[in-house]
Structures are given as structure tokens and as C-alpha cells.
């Protein structure tokens, strides 16, 4: 098993801008989850998922969107890039909503300059 | 909104001596657990401590929880400069599912 897989390692984007972030997971997770991390402030929940077709808002929703077509894939995608997205970001699955072991992707560090 | 907070934000210390780290969150938990990331790098799992336990062993690791002071210590003995990282504790407490993260302590290992 590939585990947790995230796409691209590292990124730099231009104010307006948008882009899609990749992660996928092979291990027939249902729940699904983005968080970002910055500096000093731990990582933070973006968006989440309980399976195929079904997404909710986390703690720092604004700025991004997600889907949730494959119980695979969970992208998540910056409709028009800000300075304030710079961070670093963490896909993470577990077997369902609930599970006390997530597991993390390798990050996407992006710059939005 | 943060549950953990790691005590000290930053730790030196040298090859061979221990390092604790403590972690305090804010609401009632079921588990809570320790991570380790290497600069640049994902997270990785180090260990889990139920809401029941009071302390256990992995390795070279020891952490030990207090639920009546909403606290948790990660004791790391004996290290090495390969523990050179940041080490995080996360919570159970999400609504959403999530693990909430503490801001994390920095670790340097000198050899």
C-alpha cells in the first residue's frame, strides 16, 4: 500500500491564481481531511469528508474547496490563490469518522507570492 | 480553535541527555497522542495513550497522561541527534472527526 499520497511536494502560485492539490489513499478509507500548518500555530482543519459524495467545512474553510467523487480522491482546490495561503498542507485518512489513527500524507508546501 | 499546547515551544539539549515535553488541552478527551515531524517533512505517529492509562512505554519513549490536570509529558530518554524534530500532541476532541494540534515543540539533539 502507497498510504496517503499528496501532489505536488512543493508549489508556488501567483496572487489569483488557482490550483489543485492532490491526495489520494489506498487503504479504503472513508474519512478524509485537509489541514494546513503554519508557523507557530500547529495545523488546523480546512475541509473534511465521511465518504464518497459527502464533504463539511473544518475550522479555516475560506479560500478553498474540496470534493469527494471517489472514496480515493480528495483534492482540494484554491479558487484564486492570497499571500495568506502560503502554508504548508497535510491530506490525512482514517477508516471512518471517529478512528483514533489518522494517517498523514507527506505534505504540499506552496508559496503564493 | 488549538486544544494542545506544548511546553517549551523550543528545546536544546545534548546527544545522551533526556528531554521532556509536556502538552496540555482544554476539554475532556478519549485519547491523545504524539507525533514527530522532521523539518520539511510529514508526521509521523510516535504514540497513543488512552483516556484510561496513566502512562506507557514505546522505545525510548515514555508519556504519561493526567486527566485531571488535562496534561500529557513525552519523555524521550537517552537521545540522539536523529531526534532532532518538532514533536506535537493531538487530541481526540474534534467534532468534525479531526485531531486537534497543539503548536508543537522544537527539539535540537547536539551531538
Known amino acids: 500500500n502507497a498510504g496517503v499520497t499528496q501532489t505536488p511536494k512543493f508549489q508556488v502560485l501567483k496572487t489569483g491564481q488557482s490550483m489543485t492539490l492532490q491526495c489520494a489513499q489506498d487503504?479504503?478509507?472513508?474519512?478524509m481531511s485537509w489541514y494546513r500548518q503554519d508557523p507557530g500555530m500547529g495545523l488546523r482543519l480546512i475541509h473534511y469528508s465521511v465518504g464518497a459524495g459527502i464533504t463539511d467545512q473544518g475550522e479555516v474553510p475560506n479560500g478553498y474547496n474540496v470534493s469527494r467523487s471517489t472514496t480515493e480522491d480528495f483534492p482540494l482546490r484554491l479558487l484564486s490563490a492570497a499571500p495568506s495561503q502560503t502554508s504548508v498542507y497535510f491530506c490525512?485518512?482514517?477508516?471512518?469518522?471517529?478512528?483514533?489513527?489518522?494517517?498523514f500524507g507527506p505534505g504540499t508546501r506552496l508559496t503564493v507570492t | 480553535s488549538q486544544q494542545g499546547e506544548e511546553d517549551p515551544q523550543a528545546l536544546s539539549i545534548q546527544e545522551g541527555e533526556n528531554a521532556t515535553m509536556n502538552c496540555s488541552y482544554k476539554?475532556?478527551?478519549?485519547?491523545l497522542q504524539w507525533y514527530r515531524q522532521n523539518s520539511g517533512r510529514g508526521l509521523v505517529h510516535l504514540i497513543l495513550?488512552?483516556?484510561?492509562?496513566r502512562e506507557k512505554h514505546s522505545g525510548r519513549l515514555r508519556v504519561t497522561l493526567d486527566t485531571s490536570k488535562k496534561s500529557s509529558s513525552l519523555l524521550i530518554t537517552a537521545s540522539r541527534a536523529a531526534d532532532t524534530a518538532s514533536y506535537f500532541c493531538?487530541?481526540?476532541?474534534?467534532?468534525?472527526?479531526?485531531?486537534?494540534f497543539g503548536k508543537g515543540t522544537k527539539l535540537s539533539v547536539k551531538p
Open positions: 476539554t475532556s478527551i478519549n485519547n
Open positions: 487503504m479504503n478509507h472513508e474519512y
Open positions: 490525512a485518512s482514517s477508516y471512518s469518522l471517529g478512528s483514533v489513527e489518522q494517517y
Open positions: 493531538a487530541t481526540d476532541g474534534g467534532s468534525q472527526g479531526n485531531l486537534i
Open positions: 495513550i488512552r483516556s484510561n492509562e
